[in-house]
Structure formats: structure tokens, C-alpha cells
């Protein structure tokens, strides 16, 4: 942990890094003067830019407690590239998917198999405000201003952005990937009714999610131009993604057999409460992916305060894709309002039954999510 000691030795606040001594576990490899210094040698994705911040703050560092001087800290920044300025704004994200295309080479670092969390991801803490700060090389502001405020009208055409990115390359394919399991498993004689037919068009879910994730960032760094993708680090996004996908796609056939066949439930009724089942299971997914993968993928950002609220928000969201979803089953009868647009017949092919399912999971996240980006205050949603 650095500080950043003031001029006059009076206001002093703390810069926390993201480990807990930071000068006791760089002091020796980060001031190497050998040709593996990290700041000469080639550094490869899994050593990121923590590695780099790191030595650059030590190496300006001449005190040797882990103290440095305005002087130095913007001696620091001066060396420190824009492109990782920015990566440091966009690490603040409130979890995986609105960080979308921005976890580039520098957002992310992995010290063995245990994870590390992205660069900036701990709150700045201060124990004494701090008088100025450094933008742009001799030119000083108060720092102690109040940031100036975001309006909703202002961040909503981010927020509508990042909802059609989210619900065309993980929803649609979510529903995509279900009912393509679905015709597989009665392919293979499994029954509606039946644990085989649960767990494969949960497979299909998780496919369908990790799929059209990893695939459009691809398609987005090839055509978009953005170097900041780390596909490695997506991909183990679209697993965890995956992961929760799993659970609610395999949690959907026998919630909506035991509201239909056993409790007699209107159609209404059964889309209201697999919305809150689906979300449900969703929202333990991605926690309980977390606890698993986070160790072992330096992509998923642990279980903490943060994404637990964003983890929430997308879950609800997510809920209502898996009610709409409800819609396509035409076994419901004329109770179904929806059927006449999103019902699959068995008279359909399979693709067309696949792309209906898709859009049906796409029409009820979207809608639930629009409701969300225009009532939430800017800086709370999961897609800021």
C-alpha cells in the first residue's frame, strides 16, 4: 500500500493498490535491475498491467516505507499509458457483462491459480482529503469539488446500448440453445417430464450463453477494432454466465410442468412466478459460479457487496426472459395471450422454433431491463 504524502506534511491520503503491502512484495523483484524486470521484458496476459503499475510506483518510490510524495505520485502518472487510464475507468464497472469489451490485456491478473481483482475494484479510501490532483501534466483541480453529476437522459443511450449487446448475444442464444436441446432430447426419447430432458436443456442453455458470448466478442474485436478484449477473460465470462444460465434453463421445464399439470396455474400466474423461480436459480448460479471459478478463471470477479447488487438486478432481469419464454408453450389454450406471436408448433422446423424461443427470452429481458435503466438512479445499475 503506497501513500501519497502532501508537500506540507499535513494532509495525507492513502492510494490503495491491490495488495496489501505493496512495497514489501515489489521492493525486490519490482527494482531489479536484471533483463527479467517486468517493466523490460514482455509481459504476457496473465501478468496484465498490475505488474506494471506496481513497478512504476516503486521505482519513483525513494523512501523505501512505501510513502511517496505528490512529486512522485505525478512522476508516476506521467508513465502510465492512456490506454490503461482508461482501463482503470472501465474496471469500476459494476460486474462482468457491463464490462463488456473493456477487460483488455491491462484489466485483469492471475499470481498462480488464484485470482486477483480487477485494477481499481477496491474503493479509494482517504484520511485526509486531498488538496489536488494531477489531470493532464502541470495542470492542477481541486479534487475535493464535487464530481459532476450524470443524468439519467444523459447515461441512457449507454444503458439501451449495453441492453441490446447483453440481449442478443447471451438471451436470444440462452433461448436459442434451450429449445435446440429441447428437439435433441426428444430426439434421444426423453420425456418433458423427465431429469434427462431437465439437465440437457440446461446444457443447451449454458451452451447457448458461453457461446454467444465468447463468439461476439470475437466478432466485436475483429470488427470494432477494440484491443482492450481480453478474449481469454471473456470466455471465462461466458462460463460463469454459462454456469448461471444452467441452472435456471435446467430449473424451467419441471417449474413450469409443476405449475401447469400439478397446481393448475393460469398462464399469467405461471409466467409471474417462473420469473421469480428462473431469476431465482439464475442468481444462485452466478454466486455459487463465482465461489467455483473465481479461483481457478482470472475472468470472474469473486463474490463480493458490488456484484452481489448487480448480480440481483441482471438476475430479475434474466427472471423475465424465462417467463416470456412460458409464452411459446401452447399448451396453455387460449389463456395464452402470447401464443399467437411467440407459440412454437409442432409444425414448425427447427431452427424457426429455435429463433422464436430466442426471441421470446430477448423480448422479456429487454422489457423488464428498460424499465430498470430508466428508473434507476445513475451509477446504481449493473449496465453503468
Not at 491491490?18 to 535491475?33: G, Q, V
Not at 439501451?160 to 447483453?166: P, R, S, W
Not at 412460458?326 to 389454450?333: H, K, P, Y
Amino acid at each position: 500500500m503506497y501513500r501519497l504524502l502532501s508537500t506540507t506534511a499535513t494532509a495525507t491520503s492513502r492510494l490503495t493498490a491491490r495488495h496489501t503491502n505493496l512495497w514489501a512484495s515489489s521492493r525486490t523483484s519490482f527494482l531489479s535491475t536484471s533483463s527479467d524486470s517486468v517493466l523490460d521484458r514482455p509481459r504476457t496476459p496473465e501478468e496484465l498491467n498490475d505488474n506494471r503499475l506496481d513497478a512504476i510506483f516503486a521505482k519513483v518510490a525513494s523512501t523505501g516505507q512505501g510513502t511517496i510524495t505528490r512529486e512522485q505520485f505525478a512522476q508516476a502518472v506521467q508513465q502510465i499509458e492512456s490506454s490503461e487510464l482508461k482501463k482503470f475507468k472501465r474496471s469500476v464497472s459494476r460486474n462482468e457483462l457491463s464490462r463488456t469489451g473493456s477487460r483488455g490485456a491491462g484489466a485483469l491478473s492471475r499470481t498462480g491459480s488464484r485470482a486477483v481483482p480487477l485494477l481499481f475494484d477496491t474503493e479509494l479510501t482517504t484520511s485526509a482529503p486531498v488538496a489536488t490532483t494531477l489531470t493532464e501534466v502541470g495542470t492542477a483541480v481541486d479534487a475535493t469539488a464535487a464530481p459532476e453529476a450524470t443524468t439519467l437522459s444523459a447515461i441512457l443511450p449507454s444503458r439501451v446500448a449495453t441492453t441490446m449487446e447483453v440481449g442478443i448475444s447471451k438471451i436470444f442464444m440462452a433461448g436459442f440453445g434451450w429449445q435446440g436441446a429441447s428437439c435433441l432430447a426428444d430426439m434421444y426419447g426423453f420425456a418433458g417430464d423427465t431429469a434427462g430432458f431437465a439437465l440437457i436443456t440446461g446444457a443447451g442453455d449454458f451452451a447457448g450463453v458461453c457461446i454467444g458470448h465468447t463468439a461476439w466478442m470475437v466478432g466485436k474485436s475483429l470488427y470494432v477494432k477494440d484491443n482492450t478484449i481480453d478474449m481469454t477473460a471473456e470466455f471465462h465470462t461466458g462460463i460463469l454466465l454459462g454456469t448461471a444460465a444452467f441452472c435456471s434453463g435446467t430449473t424451467w421445464q419441471p417449474l413450469v410442468n409443476l405449475l401447469h399439470d400439478t397446481l393448475h396455474c393460469g398462464f399469467q400466474t405461471s409466467c409471474l412466478l417462473t420469473t421469480i423461480g428462473c431469476g431465482t436459480a439464475f442468481y444462485v448460479g452466478l454466486r455459487l459460479g463465482r465461489s467455483v471459478w473465481s479461483p481457478l478463471l482470472y475472468g470472474v470477479e469473486a463474490n463480493n457487496y458490488a456484484n452481489l447488487k448487480a448480480d440481483a438486478a441482471l438476475s430479475l432481469s434474466v427472471g423475465a426472459a424465462t417467463g416470456c419464454f412460458v409464452g411459446t408453450d401452447l399448451s396453455f389454450g387460449s389463456d395464452n395471450w402470447m401464443g399467437s406471436t411467440l407459440g412454437i408448433e409442432d409444425s414448425m422446423s427447427t431452427v424457426q422454433g429455435m429463433a422464436i424461443a430466442g426471441s421470446s427470452t430477448a423480448i422479456g429481458f429487454t422489457a423488464v431491463q428498460m424499465i430498470q435503466n430508466m428508473a434507476v438512479k445513475p451509477g446504481r445499475s449493473w449496465v453503468d
